[in-house]
């Protein structure tokens, strides 16, 4: 029998990855639908997550509400005993994963909190392919038109909306999960508009497991080709991912990725998950962001408009 899956939040990332993801994976299929003014056809819909609690179908629930009012949710789901997959970031503090996580300890329950870059085509290779080699640096240019990718999405500009670091987060993710390891931001300069809570772009400085420098660059204000791509220099090689991860260059030549299958892939992590009753919850992506936060330079720019 596939596992039931139930979406909490039905916006643009569920009906563009998370229910395409799920009707694809023949060990999952789509229960419920979850959200005070969307529904989805052919299963049954409720207002809001209590409704579900209290008369849905028993499914697992994944939450793609913003940060912001996620975690109160899973403390719900967790406690009324439904496995739980959190959208990235799985959360708006460190203080709520540790919190989800000892809850869904204390019920015996799934908990996975995705980073659906971590699935593009080219990150398990360039994971392998680093395996061994001694890196000397890296350097993260993740630039993008706001207005393009997130349109009157107010929430990101509000406190736990985490501004340019929504999309940063991905980079990070992408970071932390080919080379295992503690970084340590060094210093960091975040560029707030003076109408916003969050900031437009951002600059970090760290450094690495071993040691090596990582220089990051983020901004929501890129006009023309968007840019979302990390370079890692070597012992004698150069390794680049670009396209969010879906391509990767050694020494300037294109070398052969995986398919993309970012929201697939965490589908199929959290069927194989549920299989086994493990969690998964990685939350050194978020850890940077949150120490980016503690330690940066906050400066003020032009008030932003979306429109």
């Given at each position: 029998?596939p596992?039931?899956?139930?979406?909490?939040?039905?916006?643009k990332?569920?009906?563009?990855?998370?229910?395409?993801?799920?009707?694809?994976?023949p060990?999952?299929?789509?229960?419920?639908g979850?959200?005070?003014?969307?529904t989805?056809?052919?299963?049954?819909?409720?207002?809001d997550?209590?409704?579900?609690l209290?008369?849905?179908p028993?499914?697992?629930v994944?939450?793609?509400?913003?940060?912001?009012?996620?975690?109160?949710?899973?403390?719900k789901?967790?406690?009324?005993?439904?496995?739980?997959?959190?959208?990235?970031?799985p959360?708006?503090t460190?203080?709520e994963?540790?919190a989800?996580?000892?809850?869904?300890?204390?019920?015996?329950?799934?908990?996975?909190?995705?980073?659906?870059?971590?699935?593009?085509?080219?990150?398990?290779?360039?994971?392998?392919?680093?395996?061994g080699?001694?890196?000397?640096?890296?350097a993260?240019?993740?630039?993008?038109?706001?207005?393009?990718?997130?349109?009157?999405?107010?929430?990101?500009?509000q406190?736990?909306?985490?501004?340019?670091?929504?999309?940063?987060?991905?980079?990070?993710?992408?970071l932390?999960?080919?080379?295992?390891?503690?970084?340590?931001?060094?210093?960091?300069?975040l560029?707030?508009?003076?109408?916003?809570?969050?900031?437009?772009?951002?600059?970090?400085?760290?450094?690495?497991?071993?040691?090596?420098?990582?220089?990051?660059?983020?901004?929501?204000?890129q006009?023309?080709?968007q840019?979302?791509?990390?370079?890692?220099e070597t012992?004698?090689?150069?390794?680049?991912?670009?396209?969010?991860g879906?391509?990767?260059?050694?020494?300037?030549?294109e070398?052969?990725?995986?398919?993309?299958?970012?929201?697939?892939g965490?589908y199929?992590r959290?069927?194989?998950?549920?299989?086994?009753?493990?969690s998964?919850?990685?939350?050194?992506?978020?850890?940077?962001?949150a120490?980016?936060f503690l330690?940066?330079?906050?400066?003020?720019?032009?008030?932003f408009?979306?429109?």
């Amino acid at each position: 029998m596939p596992w039931p899956v139930a979406i909490v939040g039905v916006g643009k990332i569920a009906r563009d990855q998370h229910i395409p993801a799920i009707a694809a994976d023949p060990e999952l299929t789509l229960a419920a639908g979850v959200s005070r003014h969307e529904t989805i056809d052919g299963v049954p819909n409720f207002r809001d997550i209590d409704a579900f609690l209290a008369d849905g179908p028993d499914a697992a629930v994944a939450l793609c509400e913003p940060p912001g009012v996620r975690t109160a949710m899973a403390r719900k789901a967790l406690a009324a005993g439904r496995d739980v997959l959190l959208e990235k970031p799985p959360a708006a503090t460190l203080g709520e994963v540790e919190a989800l996580v000892a809850a869904a300890d204390r019920a015996g329950r799934v908990l996975f909190a995705t980073w659906h870059s971590r699935f593009a085509g080219a990150v398990a290779p360039a994971r392998a392919w680093l395996d061994g080699r001694t890196v000397r640096s890296v350097a993260i240019a993740w630039k993008e038109d706001v207005r393009r990718w997130h349109p009157g999405q107010t929430w990101i500009w509000q406190p736990a909306g985490f501004g340019v670091f929504d999309p940063g987060i991905n980079a990070l993710s992408i970071l932390t999960g080919i080379m295992p390891g503690a970084f340590v931001v060094d210093e960091a300069t975040l560029s707030f508009p003076e109408n916003r809570d969050t900031p437009i772009a951002a600059s970090l400085a760290m450094t690495g497991p071993a040691g090596f420098p990582v220089t990051v660059e983020l901004d929501w204000r890129q006009q023309g080709p968007q840019s979302w791509d990390i370079r890692v220099e070597t012992d004698g090689s150069r390794l680049e991912l670009r396209d969010g991860g879906a391509r990767m260059l050694v020494d300037g030549a294109e070398v052969a990725a995986g398919p993309d299958r970012e929201y697939p892939g965490i589908y199929r992590r959290f069927a194989g998950l549920l299989a086994r009753r493990e969690s998964d919850v990685d939350a050194s992506p978020l850890r940077i962001c949150a120490d980016a936060f503690l330690v940066g330079r906050r400066l003020v720019t032009e008030p932003f408009a979306d429109g």
